[in-house]
Structure formats: structure tokens, C-alpha cells
């Protein structure tokens, strides 16, 4: 397989023009072409006088020849398992986000059938619960934004983008595709499926694994873990006690009750740096026009960006999550909090965009050094939130301008919060700690100068955005990738060991190939 690189195009082309303008660039035959497709797209806007998209575009020839300029590259499309698993007892997946679905593909796919316990609803279920909280304000504390069939990134924009260099990152894109995912996942820069695709991918998952013989049990919360001679022997739910040797923990980064039990039964937990702040949102326009200039000859998508600052008090504030012609969602988990996200359809045809902006923080930050420390932290903002919006799930916003000078908004400008059930006009510098409010300050000014208008005086902040990230670690075993209890698989982002739907899903196929060893 040789990759053809550097195929500028300054046009919107089919990918059967795309890939033979790439043939004809490096003197290719086509008669002598077993198998071709793109590999990557991304947008070159360096020059908003001539913006261009670049192709890289993969070859698979049917004589072995090589290609003057091209790389040789191996193709990865399957996953090569000795399962030599001998077990009574069927594995136990705690969880079904993106980590605990691609346990559960991995294993089915491997003839080993998986138990999939959620605390959530199945999809379809949840998605009426979403929608009953930001029209009503009644909250379902265990199935919403964060609990549920795929995860707290089912209600996202659907980012498929990863730092690793993983094997596993193609075979996680072409099982996306399979089960509904629009195929040019497999090669655009930045990836993105949208909560209106994932809402039908996940639930084709579902039932795909139980089609191969899994089992899922929604609305089950796991209350506790039966542990003998330092091994996992089953799981505890309200009803039921489950046999098993094989425990995945695929919690996500907001069981906190789970968390707690943890502790409390001596799995080894130490905390983690993560991150809090707001949601920013802009309009899409004005973004389309500082990445893009006014008047792109080309057909664009909207546009993105991903930004960092390093702050003089050696703090980092960045943007994350970033959702073009999207909307700020409330996502709680618990009564009388409020927690903010993001969330785009695949079109990103809203007319806001929204990021995050965070500002990180450390262990060493807390006083109490119990591991559990940063999830009290967190929880001690989201319900200070709730009492700053009114008490009734209203997120309390304030215009940029108005956060910088540390005054009350009083009115908006051009951008309209799209946060429901509704808002409260607040001043966020009495909800955070002063070196929160100081980094965003200095952020917002100095990130202007790399996005025109990111600190626009319109632009609305609304707080809180507590869950990027989980903030504990539950240690394992970095060969076998169990705890310090046997059987037991830590995995995803509860676990620490993800930061995206990506990574998490990456991280499932690791831990299920283990248990199939």
C-alpha cells in the first residue's frame, strides 16, 4: 500500500475525482490499481486568498511496483486475537459508553459473550429524558446527558479525533461506518459524527451484540463488587448479585457514587489533574469569517478551532469540545447542580458555536489529599451554579465584556445563549476561585490575538463545565491492565485512561483483548 500526499484541490470534488486526480499526479495507471481511497482531508486556510482542501490518498497495486514519491504504508483493517479464554462465567461490563460498546463488540466478535450493565436508560429512552429536563427542568439522575446508552458523548458533536498513534484508531472508524457512521469519517483531519448520528449508532451496537449473543441490563446500577482473596467474584446491583471473574469498568468520568464504593472497598485510586471553566459561545459566523476571511471562494464547512494560552501564573487555559453550529446543553447528574457541554448534529447548521474554556487543575491544588478531592471540588461548583441560576436549572451566563470588568450583565448583545431550560444574568467571577477567573481573563485578551473576536464583548459565558474529564485514576497494571484486584479492568475515561470518544473506545478493545487472553 503506498500513500500519494500533498494533493492540493481548489474545488469540491467527488472522491472518484479526487482519487484520480491523485493517480494522474504520480503517473499512475489505473488499469494497474487493485484498490484505492482517500486517507486524509483537511482544510489548508494558511492563505484565506487561497484556501485549498489537501488529500492524501492510499494505493493498493495489483503488481508490486513501487511509486516514485510515495510512502509505503501498512494497511490495518482487522484485529488478529488468540483467544484462549477458558471460563464458566461470562464477562461483566460496567458501563456502555464508547469504552464498555467496544469491550462488548470485541468480545462478541471473539465468540466470548459479555453482561453489559448500565445505570442509564437504552438511546431511545434517554433521549426523551434530555429532552424532558431542558423543557421542564425535571432531571432523571440516572439516565441524562452523562448516564446512558453511549456515554456522555452520545450528546456532543461526536469528535473522532485521538493524540495516538494507536492500531486500533482504523479498526474504531470502520465500525462506526458499520453501524451508520457517514463514511467520510475514515478520512477527514477532524472527524466528527454528531449526536444525530451517534443516537442511531449506538443503538445499531446494541443490537448488533445482542444479535451475537450479549446481554444488556439498563436502569441497573451496580451498588457494590464482591471481592474474594484479592479477585473480583461478581458484582452487586439493587436486585441481583452477578457470578463473574472478569469485571470492566467502563463507568464514565461522572459515577461518582461508584467512585466512592471503590475507595471504600481499597481499589487503588490516586487523583488526576483535569480541568474546569465555562462554555464560550460565539456566532458561527463570525468564526466562519476569522478562520476563513469574508469571502472563501470555496464551499467551507464551519469552522473550528482549538486554542491554548499559558497563563503568567503558570496556570494553562485552552479551548475543548469545541462545537460549531451547535448548543450548550444542560447536562446534571445531580439534583440541584448545574453542569454545562456542548452538542452539534452532524450539519453544525446552528447559529452559535461553543467551546469550552478551562483552566487546569492540580492535585496539589486541594488541601485534603484524599484521591477523592477533585470530585468534591467539582461538585462544590456545580451546586454553588445552581444557587447562582436561580435554584431551577437556569445556568447563570455573563457577556465577555462584562466578566473581564467584574460587573453583572445586565443585557445581551448579538449572541443568544442557547443553554435551556434558561439562563440567569450573574457575574461568574463570584463563582470561581480568583485563579480561575484571572487565567480566563488574560486567556480571553491574548487568545483574541490568535482568533479575531474570540473575545468579543457579545460573546456569552455560562458556567459550569466541570466533567471534561475524570478527576481520579484507578491504577492498574500496565501489562495486564488490571487493578490491584484480579479481574478487574479499569477502563475509559472514569478510569482515567481516555479523554474522548476515541481514546475510550481504543482503550475498551486493549482491555477486552485481555480478557480474551
Do not use: W
Request: glycine share 8%; aromatic share 8%.
Amino acid at each position: 500500500m503506498y500513500r500519494l500526499s500533498n494533493i492540493k484541490i481548489r474545488d469540491n470534488l467527488s472522491k472518484e475525482e479526487v482519487i484520480q486526480i491523485a493517480l494522474e499526479k504520480y503517473n499512475i495507471d489505473l488499469k494497474n490499481v487493485k484498490n484505492a481511497y482517500i486517507y486524509k482531508k483537511s482544510i489548508d486556510a494558511r492563505n484565506k486568498n487561497d484556501i485549498v482542501y489537501n488529500y492524501s490518498v492510499d494505493v493498493e497495486l495489483k503488481k508490486n511496483t513501487k511509486i516514485k514519491g510515495a510512502k509505503e504504508v501498512e494497511c490495518i483493517n482487522e484485529i488478529k486475537i488468540d483467544v484462549t479464554r477458558k471460563s464458566k462465567f461470562r464477562p461483566v461490563i460496567v458501563g456502555a459508553g464508547p469504552a464498555g460498546l467496544f469491550a462488548a463488540l470485541t468480545l462478541v466478535d471473539n465468540g466470548i459473550l459479555p453482561i453489559v450493565i448500565e445505570q442509564g436508560s437504552k438511546v431511545e429512552k434517554r433521549i426523551e429524558d434530555v429532552n424532558s429536563f431542558i423543557t421542564t427542568g425535571k432531571l432523571n439522575c440516572s439516565s441524562n446527558i452523562q448516564f446512558g446508552e453511549g456515554g456522555a458523548g452520545t450528546f456532543s458533536d461526536g469528535k473522532l479525533t485521538t493524540g495516538n498513534n494507536s492500531i486500533y484508531s482504523r479498526i474504531v472508524l470502520e465500525n462506526f461506518v458499520k453501524f451508520g457512521a457517514p463514511e467520510e469519517i475514515l478520512y477527514t483531519a477532524k472527524p466528527h459524527m454528531g449526536t444525530d448520528n451517534l443516537v442511531k449508532i449506538v443503538k445499531n451496537m446494541r443490537e448488533y451484540i445482542i444479535s451475537k449473543g450479549g446481554t444488556f441490563l439498563f436502569d441497573t446500577k451496580v451498588v457494590d463488587f464482591k471481592i474474594l482473596d484479592g479477585k473480583i467474584a461478581g458484582v452487586y446491583t439493587k436486585d441481583n448479585e452477578i457470578e463473574t471473574d472478569s469485571v470492566v469498568l467502563a463507568i464514565g468520568h461522572s459515577a461518582r457514587d461508584t467512585f466512592k464504593v471503590l475507595y471504600d472497598k481499597g481499589i487503588n485510586i490516586i487523583s488526576k489533574s483535569f480541568a474546569v471553566g465555562v462554555r464560550i459561545e460565539h456566532l458561527q459566523q463570525d468564526i466562519n469569517e476569522a478562520q476563513y476571511g469574508e469571502n472563501p471562494k470555496l464551499k467551507l464547512p464551519p469552522a473550528e478551532y482549538k486554542l491554548v494560552y499559558h497563563a503568567k501564573n503558570g496556570r494553562v487555559c485552552y479551548t475543548f469540545c469545541m462545537c460549531p453550529g451547535g448548543q450548550v446543553m444542560a447536562s446534571s447528574s445531580q439534583e440541584k447542580t448545574i453542569v454545562t457541554n456542548g452538542m452539534s448534529n452532524f450539519l453544525r447548521d446552528g447559529k452559535n458555536a461553543n467551546s469550552a474554556l478551562l483552566v487546569n487543575i492540580n492535585p496539589s491544588d486541594f488541601k485534603d489529599k484524599n484521591p477523592l478531592a477533585g470530585m468534591y471540588f467539582q461538585e462544590k461548583l456545580e451546586k454553588e451554579a445552581f444557587k447562582m441560576g436561580g435554584e431551577n436549572y437556569y445556568a447563570p451566563i455573563q457577556r465577555v465584556e462584562d466578566f473581564i470588568a467584574n460587573k453583572k450583565t445586565q443585557k445581551l448583545g448579538k449572541v443568544v445563549p442557547t443553554y435551556r431550560p434558561g439562563v440567569t444574568f450573574s457575574n461568574l467571577n463570584e463563582l470561581f476561585p480568583i485563579y480561575i477567573t484571572d487565567t480566563m481573563k488574560e486567556a480571553l485578551i491574548n487568545l483574541d490575538n490568535k482568533l479575531k473576536g474570540f473575545a468579543d464583548k457579545d460573546a456569552v459565558l455560562t458556567a459550569v463545565e466541570t466533567r471534561t474529564s475524570s478527576p481520579v485514576q484507578i491504577t492498574r497494571d500496565k501489562e495486564k491492565l488490571t487493578a490491584n484486584i484480579e479481574g478487574l479492568y479499569p477502563c475509559g475515561e472514569g478510569a482515567g485512561y481516555a479523554g474522548g470518544i476515541m481514546t475510550a473506545a481504543i482503550d475498551g478493545i486493549k482491555v477486552a483483548i485481555e480478557i480474551l487472553k
